[in-house]
């Protein structure tokens, strides 16, 4: 089984869109994992059914015990995060403020303050329209450990394709470069960056290859909507291969891409015929090509 992980610096490059294609065209012989679980929107273009959920636990958060409360105000004094307030003559816990420090309840000399682990997000394992499976999350409102979260929706995604004896792992990372994408990257053999044709989406390639390069990850680069702006195409491509970096794909813009978002469908269902998809399933073979 070989994890295939797709991220680019920035968001509205393509990402999940292309994620989904590859996957379509694979069918039942890839599981499906989605890391971007602040965001998550795959599961609209794979159909994906919510069969199986389970809570997330990670954090703490602090309870105020109202009996045995005296109101001496002391946790709103040393309460950093301005997460504790009376309301109706009673000090409470606003849960979303709250960081989990324990701070509070370490002042508070009636122990009237206990911290509970609170459910930070929710798992899913779907049936989707492939044939295959997709594991993906939802990470709570205000919550945080989001990276806590994508490392779990990959490990069950991995032991579920174990299970399954699926080929391949076809992973959609998190955008940007925090936590969830460090964990995003976490056991990946190859690294499909996306990118798009102008000067942010260079800069924030320039910066995610870096963190790619820091985990001594293989990666190749696919630049979408090269049209935009030929000069700027030039330039990605010329860092790229100051890199070292294959660039295995230029995919034209195209609302084609739009139409088929619109319907909740992947590229590949909507317009197979395209040459937009022959380039598209010619990436795909080359992504293979490069994982093995």
Not at 63 to 83: M, P, Q, S, Y
Not at 196 to 217: C, I
Request: with cysteine.
């Amino acid at each position: 089984m070989r994890e295939i992980v797709v991220i680019s610096g920035k968001g509205g490059t393509g990402k999940t869109s292309l994620s989904a294609a590859f996957a379509y065209l694979e069918g039942e012989n890839a599981l499906v994992c989605d890391c971007d679980v602040d965001a998550a929107n795959m599961h609209l273009l794979l159909d994906a059914n919510f069969k199986n959920q389970r809570d997330f636990y990670s954090g703490e958060v602090a309870l105020i015990d109202e009996e045995l409360c005296t109101n001496c105000g002391k946790c709103a004094e040393v309460c950093r995060f301005d997460a504790i307030s009376v309301i109706d003559g009673q000090h409470y816990v606003d849960p979303i403020s709250c960081e989990g420090c324990h701070y509070c309840s370490k002042v508070c000399k009636k122990d009237a303050i206990d911290m509970k682990t609170q459910k930070a997000g929710d798992i899913y394992t779907s049936d989707i329209k492939n044939g295959s499976k997709m594991v993906h999350a939802k990470l709570g409102f205000g919550a945080e450990n989001s990276g806590k979260l994508v490392a779990k929706v990959k490990q069950d995604a991995k032991l579920l394709a174990l299970a399954k004896n699926r080929a391949y792992v076809i992973t959609d990372g998190s955008p940007g470069i925090g936590c969830p994408v460090i964990s995003s990257l976490s056991g990946a053999n190859l690294v499909v960056l996306v990118t798009e044709a102008t000067v942010s989406g260079l800069h924030d390639l320039e910066r995610v290859l870096k963190l790619v390069k820091n985990f001594n990850l293989k990666a190749v680069c696919i630049i979408n909507k090269y049209d935009l702006n030929l000069n700027m195409t030039k330039d990605i491509e010329e860092f790229l291969k100051d890199e070292d970096i294959e660039v295995i794909g230029k995919l034209p813009y195209d609302e084609t891409f739009t139409k088929a978002l619109s319907k909740a469908q992947t590229i590949i269902e909507y317009d197979e015929q395209s040459e937009l998809v022959n380039l598209i399933k010619e990436n795909w073979k080359k992504v293979k090509e490069n994982v093995k």
